[in-house]
């Protein structure tokens, strides 16, 4: 009797071990080989699409240790109900400005946006297929009241968009943290479509963390067998976003590059329906920016941005698109951009709690005498009556000078005071929130 039973594998055995498989869409290997599905709609046909140095090849599939990693079926459900698009193959694009020339006109002849942002998501189509070379990204955004063409864009750009995930008012939202920890693509988000408040929650929550790497969202799994273990989702990458009004979330809205839609009369030139031209049309596009991928990935130089007068967080978020752009009056319109958004979020900071609770100590400021919390509520309650259905207490203006302002109290002779060593931050609160010094 052979007691080695543990040596004595059958070749079924061995050959059924070594060909566990795992899926995947994409994977950078060593920071260097690029791994990428393709997908040949007509064959029904997916395979590996690996480059490295600009030199590309086709692969069935790729050995991991014992396992075999293999592309994501045809038959997988996104890809046969066009959620997720991927390109073919590889094509010549010429030089990227030729490439954004191109995508330009696709945008052109199917969605009425302004030039500016018409360019500027040209721009940003090209980002998303590099963006994994970024740690914070900008957000594109429309805004707008139902049938004014958020829709039309959101299909039209985010068909050109690298691993695009179109997220659907008849889903959930459940399944989006999934698709985006497992794809680590594009996600095309209509937010009208999410009525439900839990839902549109649940939507903040990716946006909020899903421009910047090393913040996933932590959601609740429980294992067959009934044992919590928490899931960290990875949410970042590019997004693209139909909402009717402003997130409530001023942070949120200094993350987005917004378009108002509905200002005006629509072109007559753009096609009413979409035909199988434009999915040509799109597939050729999304052939050459996979080309533009292969060819340009970890190959851009970061501008310093120190010199605009711009908040940092602003300069964090666009410093992706002024690294890919080359042309000089494409950046100068970024910066004009800029700079009126960053003129709008002063002027709705201006309109906050936090703004006029400023304006108060600005004032006693001027007045050369001690800033106590039990002043500033005195004047804040007989100045601003408006809006407020009664005075506001110093418990609660002390509250938010220490949380919304970030300034520290202390106490003095038996009163709260904002001391004399924070005034240097006053200065710069001051200027944030447009408060008259």
């Known amino acids: 009797m052979n007691r080695n039973t543990s040596s004595n594998k059958s070749p079924k055995s061995l050959k059924s071990l070594k060909s566990k498989k795992k899926r995947i869409v994409s994977s950078v290997i060593a920071g260097e080989i690029l ?72 945008i052109h002849k199917y969605v009425h946006v302004s030039p500016r942002f018409e360019k500027l998501a040209s721009y940003y189509v090209l980002l998303t297929w590099i963006y994994d070379c970024f740690n914070e990204l900008p957000y594109l955004r429309l805004k707008g009241n139902p049938g004014s063409g958020k829709t039309r864009f ?51 929550k990716i946006l909020n963390n899903g421009n910047a790497r090393g913040f996933p969202v932590l959601r609740s799994e429980v294992t067959p067998w009934g044992e919590y273990s928490p899931h960290a989702f990875y949410v970042y990458g590019p997004k693209i976003v139909a909402t ?30 979409l035909t199988e031209e434009y999915e040509n049309e799109a597939l050729r596009l999304r052939n050459q920016l996979l080309m533009f991928r292969l060819r340009s990935y970890r190959k851009q130089e970061f501008p310093d941005l120190s010199h ?57 400021k001027e007045q050369d005498v001690v800033l106590s919390v039990r002043d500033i509520t005195s004047w804040f309650n007989d100045r601003y009556t408006e809006g407020y259905d009664k005075p506001l207490t110093a418990r609660g203006i002390g509250r938010i000078i220490r949380e919304s302002l970030q ?24 200027k944030k929130y447009s408060t008259q010094d």
């Open 35 to 106: 791994v990428e599905t393709v997908f040949q709609k007509r064959a029904q046909k997916t395979q590996f699409c690996i480059s490295q140095n600009g030199v590309w090849h086709f692969m069935e599939s790729l050995p991991d240790g014992e396992s075999i990693i293999e592309p994501y079926s045809a038959k997988n459900n996104l890809l046969q109900h066009k959620v997720l698009l991927l390109a073919e193959e590889p094509i010549e694009y010429g030089t990227q400005e030729e490439l954004v020339t191109r995508i330009q006109a696709f």
């Open 154 to 204: 959101l299909l039209i750009v985010g068909s050109i968009c690298y691993k695009p995930l179109f997220a659907s008012g008849a889903s959930t939202v459940s399944p989006l943290f999934r698709m985006l920890d497992k794809i680590q693509g594009t996600l095309i988000l209509d937010e009208g479509d999410f009525r439900l408040s839990d839902e549109r929650a649940e939507i903040v």
């Open 244 to 273: 009717r009004k402003a997130f409530e979330d001023p942070a949120l809205e200094t993350r987005c590059i917004t378009e108002e839609m509905g200002t005006g009369d629509l072109r007559r030139d753009i096609p009413l329906n």
């Open 308 to 364: 605009l007068d711009l908040e940092p967080r602003l300069i964090q978020v666009l410093r992706p698109l002024f690294s890919i752009i080359q042309d000089e009056k494409t950046r100068q319109e970024l910066i004009e951009l800029a700079t009126e958004y960053q003129s709008n979020m002063e002027g709705y900071r201006g309109m906050q709690i936090e703004a006029q609770i400023l304006q108060v100590i600005a004032d006693l």
């Open 407 to 430: 300034l520290t109290t202390r106490k003095s002779n038996g009163v709260f005071i904002v001391p004399p060593e924070e005034y240097p931050k006053l200065s710069w609160l001051f």
